[in-house]
């Protein structure tokens, strides 16, 4: 079953809405989450690290203030697309983080239209 | 840093047929570990298979294999016996194991296409 669980699995709202994106490991805990960005028919482009109990690592060329990032707890780390425009409109996805020789897991995604 | 190459944006096979799919890479790591997953058009990403770097024997799971060849800095997934159900991205991914990086880095896809 999974083991990484991400909500909701496809968001549409109108622009300049805020939109926040749930990843939940299920049965254990990721002190470290990431979130990915993938265009159509393109390849996963890493956005962020999510540390527990610490800011995000941002990779170079994503805004911080455009994509908020939350990892309060060891099982939860929230995405939030702060005044989304259509140009935001994109797949995410996460994954967590379970150690050197596990595979990272991954959520189903969550695809975001803004109209 | 690291990079991973796949050079077949496509590919079909015959059911029932193996199919390899390339993935060279570029590290200057010493240590590292080797993926592939799998993206159907639903969209989820599916583990398939892992290769660390010190790791001698070339990984299996099921029909799926990895041809590590370290030398070369290559490490192909076979698939063998495909099924219909197999059409779908396949990506290649890496990461350091001696780093404090944990992030994967993904190559651009092979989309593979099994025909009846």
Known sequence: GAVVSQHPSWVICKSGTSVKIECRSLDFQATTMFWYRQFPKQSLMLMATSNEGSKATYEQGVEKDKFLINHASLTLSTLTVTSAHPEDSSFYICSAYRGDNQPQHFGDGTRLSIL | ?116
């Open chain 2, 1 to 116: 840093a690291q990079k991973i190459t796949q050079t077949q944006p496509g590919m079909f096979v015959q059911e029932k047929e193996a199919v390899t799919l390339d993935c060279t890479y570029d590290t200057s790591d010493q240590s590292y570990g080797l993926f592939w997953y799998k993206q159907p058009s639903s969209g989820e990403m599916i583990f398939l298979i892992y290769q660390g770097s010190y790791d001698e024997q070339n990984a299996t799971e099921g029909r799926y294999s990895l041809n590590f060849q370290k030398a070369r800095k290559s490490a192909n997934l076979v698939i063998s016996a495909s099924q219909l159900g197999d059409s779908a991205m396949y990506f290649c991914a890496m990461r350091p194991m001696d780093t404090g990086r944990r992030a994967l880095t993904f190559g651009s896809g092979t989309r593979l296409q099994v025909q009846p």
